[in-house]
Every structure is written in structure tokens, then in C-alpha cells.
């Protein structure tokens, strides 16, 4: 088993951890409660450092840390990390404290420390932040980092997604315990669960997995090669995509489903290669993708981070500045034991 990596020079001073507790963490408790009813234990990233400017800017900087893994030195970049984790989730983030906290909140400011090995995940970290700045006009980059935008931005050239080959099958967790993939699995297989998604998503179809793995000259460009899209389907000029979570609350699920989305929206606008898809699905899918004039993100899941529950969330996400195709987004609660689904 792999030693695990111990963090040893990073810790916010205790001013930082003090002004964030009666900033943002107190407040958000507080407002949680009196939505919900219920009390919720608000953490905040651990390697993020949140600041709000006099001019009611939220400045967020992610910064770079260094820790101890196997007795040897390494360094630690959340921007070179999985985008779904709390400290990597800068849109989640962003989105969740400016709708909760709107009178002390109207910007935000992205910050971070460039990493000196960039990888397939920072290279996917660049692009939520040009697909942020291009959505939200409340939204920028900081003058120090606008540089490293500006120079990726001219790399993207000879992107294409890739596609499957295979039906994806079933899969359970260690010791035959139910996931994630076994809950996709069944919403698209298991006896009436694909109609009561297809009458919710008003859709006539609906299918597991659509990869969104992109290439550039036919090497890996973004993290996750095998990357899908959980659950999607098509009416029309509509598409729709799905991320599903089960037991699984975490604000970096807008942070996924925006990329996704957006993704999706560069195959359609042409600024991504379709594939040369082989399953007949996506085959139907790429055939009409220049068609597609909407894009409907969804959330689906048993349960949500209590930040991400509430309107103002999607109220905020739905207003960007996406005009030619636009994206919305929406997010629905399910109950599921195996052989029962259903919507609350």
C-alpha cells in the first residue's frame, strides 16, 4: 500500500482560517439552516484561500503545496489534479459562494500558482477557466495568470473527442458493493428505469456513457481518456447529458457537468473534432450534432452538498452570456434500491 502523502509546509495562518470561519463558513451555516431546516457542516477547500476585496470582489487562489509521499519530496498542484476534488473545484466554489453570499459577493477573481510540470489535468484546467471567462462576465482572471490563458488559448488547434468502441458493462465496487457504475448501469437497463428517465428528460432514448476524452494529433490533450459522460440522450435539437452521483455530495459536481457541457458545445460549434464514432448511438448523435441548438445539464443524484441544493445555484449558473448554443442547467433527487427508482 502506497505511504500516504503528508502535507508539511502548508497550513492557513490563523488569521486566514479565522477571517474565513466568520466570512464565509458562520454565514453559510446560518443561511443552510434557515433554508433546509437543517444544520450542515459547511468545510471550505483546504488548499484555497478565500478573500473578498473591498470592491466585493471574491478573490480565490489556488496554491501550490509541497508534501512528503514514499520519504521523498514532491510537489502538490490542484490545478494538475482530478477537477471533481474540493480543492481543484474553482467553478463550484465560485458559483455556490456568490449565490449564497450575493451582498458581500458580484466578482470573482481566479488566482493560481503555475505548476512547472503542466499535465493532460492542467491542461483541462485551462480550459474550464477560458470556458468560465467566456460564460460569466462576473467571472475573470488575475493580471499575473491572463498570460498563461492567453498562451494556452493559442495551442488549441487539432482537438477531436474520441468515442467508444465497446457497450459498457456493469461493474460493482470491491466486495460486490453497489456504486456509481452499477447505478448508471441499471438507470439505463434495469426493468422500467429507462422510461421514467426518458419521460423526466422528456427524451426518447436514453444511453450510458458518451467519452469525452479529446486529442490533440491523436495524443491524450485532457486528463481521462476513458472519461464519459454518464448518462445522455437527444430530442431532435436538443441534447441532453447527465451527471450522475449516488451517496456521493460534493460541490465539485458543477464543476464537472460545466465542462462537460461545455465540451459538448465546442463539438457543436466545430472548435472540437466529432469523432469517427463505431457504436450506433453515438454514430445518430455526431450525425446531427451541428444541429443541436441547447444543451440541458442535469444533475442526478440521492444527494446533494448542501451548498450546491439550492435555486440561486442554478439561477446563476442559467445566467451566462452562452447565446448561439446555449447550456442550461437543473438538478433532480432520486431514490434507489435496486429494482426501484425513484424521483422526489
Same mark, same amino acid.
Given at each position: 500500500?502506497?505511504?500516504?502523502? *503528508? *502535507?508539511?509546509?502548508?497550513?492557513?495562518?490563523?488569521?486566514? =482560517?479565522?477571517?474565513?470561519?466568520?466570512?464565509?463558513?458562520?454565514?453559510?451555516?446560518?443561511?443552510?439552516?434557515?433554508?433546509?431546516?437543517?444544520?450542515?457542516?459547511?468545510?471550505?477547500?483546504?488548499?484555497?484561500?478565500?478573500? &473578498?476585496?473591498?470592491?466585493?470582489?471574491?478573490?480565490?487562489?489556488?496554491?501550490?503545496?509541497?508534501?512528503?509521499?514514499?520519504?521523498?519530496?514532491?510537489?502538490?498542484?490542484?490545478?494538475?489534479?482530478?477537477?471533481?476534488?474540493?480543492?481543484?473545484?474553482?467553478?463550484?466554489?465560485?458559483?455556490?459562494?456568490?449565490?449564497?453570499?450575493?451582498?458581500?459577493?458580484?466578482?470573482?477573481?481566479?488566482?493560481? !500558482?503555475?505548476?512547472?510540470?503542466?499535465?493532460?489535468?492542467?491542461?483541462?484546467?485551462?480550459?474550464?477557466?477560458? %470556458?468560465?471567462?467566456?460564460?460569466?462576465?462576473?467571472? =475573470?482572471?488575475?493580471?499575473?495568470?491572463?498570460?498563461? /490563458? !492567453?498562451?494556452?488559448? @493559442?495551442?488549441?488547434?487539432?482537438?477531436?473527442?474520441?468515442?467508444?468502441?465497446?457497450?459498457?458493462?456493469?461493474?460493482?465496487?470491491?466486495?460486490?458493493?453497489?456504486?456509481? #457504475?452499477?447505478?448508471?448501469?441499471?438507470?439505463?437497463?434495469?426493468?422500467?428505469?429507462?422510461?421514467?428517465?426518458?419521460?423526466?428528460?422528456?427524451?426518447?432514448? /436514453?444511453?450510458?456513457?458518451?467519452?469525452?476524452?479529446?486529442?490533440?494529433?491523436?495524443?491524450?490533450?485532457?486528463?481521462? +481518456?476513458?472519461?464519459?459522460?454518464?448518462?445522455?440522450?437527444? #430530442?431532435?435539437?436538443?441534447?441532453?447529458?447527465?451527471?450522475? %452521483?449516488? @451517496?456521493?455530495?460534493?460541490?465539485?459536481? *458543477?464543476?464537472?457537468?460545466?465542462?462537460?457541457?461545455?465540451?459538448?458545445?465546442? &463539438?457543436?460549434?466545430?472548435? /472540437?473534432?466529432?469523432? #469517427?464514432?463505431?457504436?450506433?448511438?453515438?454514430?445518430?448523435?455526431?450525425? #446531427?450534432?451541428?444541429?443541436?441548438?441547447?444543451?440541458?445539464?442535469?444533475?442526478?443524484?440521492?444527494?446533494?452538498?448542501?451548498?450546491?441544493?439550492?435555486?440561486?445555484?442554478?439561477?446563476?449558473?442559467?445566467?451566462?452570456?452562452?447565446?448561439?448554443?446555449? *447550456?442550461?442547467?437543473?438538478?433532480?433527487?432520486? =431514490?434507489?434500491?435496486? +429494482?426501484?427508482?425513484?424521483?422526489?
Amino acid at each position: 500500500m502506497a505511504e500516504k502523502t *503528508i *502535507i508539511e509546509n502548508y497550513k492557513k495562518s490563523e488569521t486566514q =482560517s479565522e477571517y474565513e470561519k466568520k466570512t464565509f463558513i458562520e454565514p453559510l451555516r446560518d443561511r443552510v439552516r434557515a433554508v433546509s431546516g437543517k444544520s450542515r457542516n459547511i468545510i471550505l477547500p483546504q488548499y484555497i484561500c478565500f478573500k &473578498i476585496q473591498e470592491d466585493k470582489k471574491l478573490l480565490i487562489n489556488i496554491e501550490e503545496q509541497k508534501g512528503i509521499c514514499a520519504g521523498e519530496e514532491i510537489v502538490l498542484n490542484a490545478t494538475c489534479k482530478n477537477m471533481q476534488t474540493d480543492n481543484a473545484a474553482f467553478e463550484g466554489w465560485a458559483v455556490c459562494l456568490k449565490a449564497w453570499l450575493p451582498e458581500v459577493i458580484e466578482s470573482v477573481e481566479l488566482k493560481w !500558482d503555475v505548476p512547472k510540470e503542466r499535465n493532460e489535468h492542467y491542461n483541462r484546467f485551462c480550459y474550464r477557466v477560458m %470556458k468560465m471567462k467566456e460564460s460569466f462576465d462576473w467571472f =475573470s482572471i488575475a493580471n499575473l495568470n491572463q498570460r498563461e /490563458i !492567453d498562451t494556452f488559448q @493559442e495551442r488549441l488547434n487539432n482537438l477531436q473527442n474520441n468515442c467508444g468502441n465497446k457497450i459498457p458493462e456493469k461493474k460493482f465496487k470491491h466486495g460486490g458493493r453497489v456504486g456509481e #457504475n452499477a447505478v448508471e448501469y441499471d438507470m439505463v437497463h434495469e426493468q422500467n428505469f429507462p422510461q421514467l428517465l426518458c419521460n423526466h428528460y422528456n427524451i426518447p432514448k /436514453i444511453h450510458h456513457q458518451l467519452p469525452v476524452g479529446v486529442k490533440q494529433d491523436g495524443n491524450s490533450f485532457f486528463a481521462g +481518456s476513458k472519461a464519459a459522460i454518464d448518462l445522455w440522450g437527444m #430530442n431532435e435539437n436538443e441534447l441532453t447529458i447527465i451527471e450522475l %452521483k449516488y @451517496e456521493n455530495e460534493m460541490v465539485g459536481i *458543477i464543476s464537472e457537468l460545466f465542462f462537460y457541457a461545455s465540451l459538448m458545445r465546442d &463539438i457543436v460549434l466545430g472548435r /472540437i473534432s466529432k469523432p #469517427n464514432a463505431i457504436l450506433p448511438h453515438e454514430k445518430a448523435l455526431y450525425k #446531427n450534432i451541428e444541429k443541436m441548438s441547447v444543451i440541458h445539464a442535469r444533475m442526478l443524484a440521492d444527494v446533494y452538498h448542501p451548498l450546491v441544493d439550492y435555486e440561486h445555484v442554478f439561477m446563476l449558473l442559467n445566467d451566462n452570456q452562452l447565446k448561439d448554443v446555449k *447550456i442550461d442547467f437543473d438538478k433532480s433527487l432520486y =431514490s434507489y434500491i435496486p +429494482s426501484t427508482l425513484k424521483f422526489q
